[in-house]
């Protein structure tokens, strides 16, 4: 491939059809697209998705404010039409869908979307139930006051940069003289190319507190810091459940907030015309769609997945919310609570990411540098602000001294004036005799006659005096930086007296009795407390959560764990796991998505178990892995999927998980997740395939490295055609052995430790040799020395699992080399599948 800027001579036309201008470049594939794809990226980064730290705005929203601000719809004017602004905001600034720019209009607006909306709205504009606004020619809209006074009040382009928009014919700010931090105040939510933010809303008096703490002390303590502003305060209020969460968005700049509705008691007149209890629901999560939160409880109720509640209605109007949960005769308002967090959007997940353009670069932020990052631009703003009013104040003294000195010697001045054969003569005279400059001079030849009258004598006196006061104070401001920090706190106080607000969210421990329930009115950070506490806080339950082969789980006694396989013809139990009802079973599907399942939603006391398919939703795909979590954070998940690509994912990615559930993994058109499970750093993985080799490795960082959600993962050992993977062994212990079982009936146990541990990536080890070329292996599970039995499950024609127990003293230890020995029970001619029960 030639350099850039070389002419192929294969490619250059003949002199007749050449073009007048212009010529072919070759450039390497690879290079355009790489060059092409970052210049894409970083213009979505900076140009559309991400926030600027200093006045908390994306590039439209800062557009749509500004062209309303020259369009002077100020909160004293009449309101516009939302077209008339929308069409501005197109032909001079926005080139991009009208669509586009009238939704962020729009939710500028929506009190339920924006803590402290910057626009006011009249007409439709949208409800809490997802209802969309009206159409952009039915709508108006106008600065509200907060928006107007606080990003606009200082704009000038001595204090802020202006540039040409997109053709050249307009000047635009790249960023308004904010004079409070919006990126707090209202949050944000934006996905970029490979990055995105979310950002929840905050609580302006409580923002400005920790703003002038920091101007106080710069080295404030976190813990003070956090005392004033303890939590994100969302404008649909709720209760924030407090956990590490919060802290850690501080102080990384991610965390997950759990957000629970708030709720209270009522007797209310059911169906039959009878007083029956009730939970009413009177505010949800923040960006929680009401109409389907409360259609969803619906549809879980009628699958049977909720129980206890006889009635749902939405009894909502202009005063407020208010949703009508009524409980069944034998139902209790905790345990059909207890299944609505679980199951239900009423407790919801805050995934925070604090991510902002910093400089034109994107950067994570913790509370303390986005408030910091604001107090440096604002303390850049007023200085550039002070600094122009210096100048103007002191070129106003200049003419206003040059016509006081006029007046004084009035008789000299209209001598001269009388005589002066021209304007230019007379000018260059008043410079000559008096020493005025040239200004003084044009300001004396322009002054009407009334201003040497004795009133407009002393008022030129007056603001004379006035004018050396407000540059004397100026020059104090901008040459002592303690004055200058003094006049940002006088307006931070100044504007939270103005446009502070009561919290709406209140803040409870996990060990609030409260849990969610409000009794009266209340704006503080504790909810009132009820006499009786209606929903006990549960003591955690040692338990034995199995899953069986038919896809059931059980929940049982410690003491009640039977040993597996007493009864072949029994469903088969493939895991079991010794654990509390305070932790949660994560279910990995093949799309590569995990959901949860409280340990304590699981019902008790069924013999054969309950259906998985009723503690998924109805989408879920075919599980085929599942682990208990304890929703600490520290711990590590290895994935391996059919294509033989392998990833760790950290467990702190999956904090923000719900019913809905979470993609775990990005996988091909043809790909699936075939495993996964929780892996520590010390330890071996085995992965076998279908022509017998196993690829023993490490699993420290070094082989497999830490990737996110929306990774693919890299390549764990490579497949030949045809091949398939049949089985992930983490080796637990040195001692540990492999038992396979090939498709024509053979078996054989192995040691791990003769497997060759090899590198992420090999073609590992041939673990058994095949007697017949046409034989594949069909299964391999873990052995512990010890072990007397195996199960095995055979899938023949489409029946159920025929299920058989193998003495393994019949199956004898042997090397890598060796083909393993004949079992007669498995007539496996007409096997479809085989899968081991240990």
Known sequence: MANRGEQLDFLTPPESSKPSEGKVISVALHTEMQQSYLEYAMSVIVGRALPDVRDGLKPVHRRIIFAMHELGLVPERPYRKSARVVGDVLGKYHPHGDQSVYDALVRLV????????????????????????????????????????????????????????????????????????????????????????????????????????????????????FELIPAPDFPTGGIIVENTGIRDLYTTGRGSITVRGVWTLENVIGKNKRSRPAIIVTELPFQVN???????????????????????????????????????????????????????????????????????MPK???????????????????????????????????????LVMAIANLDALITLLRFAASNAVAKAELQTQFNFSVVQAEAILSMPLRRITAMEQSGLHAEMTELKTRISGFELILGDRRELLKTIKKDLRSLKKKHGNDRRTRLVTINDST????????????????????????????????????????????????????????????????????????????????????????????????????????????????????????????????????????????????????????????????????????????IATSTGRILRMNTDEEQISTLGRSAMGTMALRLRNSETIVGVIPVTQPDLELLMIT?????????VKDIRLSPRAGIGSQAIMFKNKQDTLTAI?????????????????????????????????????????????LELSSLQSLKIYS
């Not at 490979?194 to 929840?200: D, K, V």
């Not at 009864?567 to 895991?575: C, E, G, H, Q, R």
């Not at 873990?782 to 003293?809: S, Y």
Request: proline letters at 7%; a negative charge.
């Open 290 to 360: 009401k109409a389907a939160w409360i259609e969803k409880i619906a549809e879980l109720v009628n699958q049977g997945k909720i129980e206890g509640i006889d009635d749902l209605r939405d009894e909502s109007d202009r005063t407020g919310m208010r949703v009508v949960i009524e409980l069944k005769k034998d139902a209790t308002a905790d345990g059909v609570l207890e299944q609505l967090y679980r199951q239900t959007a009423l407790q919801s997940n805050f995934g925070g990411s604090m991510l902002a353009l910093c400089g034109s």
């Open 110 to 225: 929506q009190d339920f979307s924006s803590r402290y909306p910057l626009l006011a709205g009249h007409g439709n504009f949208g409800s809490v139930d997802n209802d969309p606004a009206a159409a952009m020619r039915y709508t108006e809209c106008r600065l509200s006051p907060i928006g107007n006074e606080v990003l606009l009040s200082d704009i000038n382009e001595a204090v802020i940069d202006f540039a040409p928009n997109f053709d050249g014919s307009q000047m635009e700010p790249t960023v308004l003289p904010a004079q409070l931090p919006m990126l707090l105040l209202n949050g944000a939510s934006g996905i970029a190319v490979g990055m995105a933010t979310n950002i929840p809303p905050h609580n302006l008096a409580e923002v400005v507190d920790g703003l002038i703490a920091l101007i106080d002390r710069p080295d404030l303590d976190d813990e003070k810091l």
């Open 364 to 402: 994570q932020l913790t509370l303390r540098q986005l408030l910091q990052e604001f107090l440096t631009f604002r303390e850049e703003t007023l200085t550039k602000r002070y600094r122009h009013e210096l100048e103007e104040s002191q070129q106003r003294l200049h003419l206003v001294d040059g």
């Open 781 to 825: 599970a873990a052995i512990l020395p010890n072990q007397a039995h195996i199960h095995l499950g055979i899938l023949k024609d489409e029946t159920q699992p025929k299920i058989i127990e193998i003495e393994l003293v019949r199956i004898p230890l042997e090397p890598c080399n060796s083909s393993g020995v004949k079992i007669p029970e």
């Open 515 to 686: 849990n969610g329930c409000i009794n009266g009115s209340s704006n503080g950070l504790t909810p009132q407390i009820p006499e009786q506490s209606p929903i006990p806080t549960e003591i955690p339950q040692e338990v034995l959560i199995q899953l069986t082969q038919k896809g059931y789980v059980k929940r049982l006694e410690p003491k009640s764990k039977s040993s597996k396989g007493a009864n072949p013809t029994d469903d088969i139990v493939i895991a079991d796991y010794a654990t509390s009802t305070d932790r949660d079973l994560i279910l990995l599907t093949n799309s590569g998505k995990a959901f949860p399942v409280a340990i304590a939603d699981i019902p008790k006391g069924k013999p054969k178990g309950t259906p998985l398919i009723r503690l998924l939703p109805e989408s879920a795909d075919p599980v085929v892995s599942s682990f208990v979590w304890d929703r600490q954070p520290e711990s590590s998940l290895v994935l391996v999927t059919t294509e033989a690509k392998i990833k760790r994912l950290s467990l702190a990615d999956l904090a923000g998980i719900s019913s809905r559930g979470l993609m775990t993994i990005k996988l091909g058109e043809q790909d699936r997740l075939f495993w996964g499970g929780i892996v520590p750093l010390d330890r071996q993985l085995a």
């Open 743 to 751: 498709a024509q009936g053979y078996a054989k146990r192995l040691k």
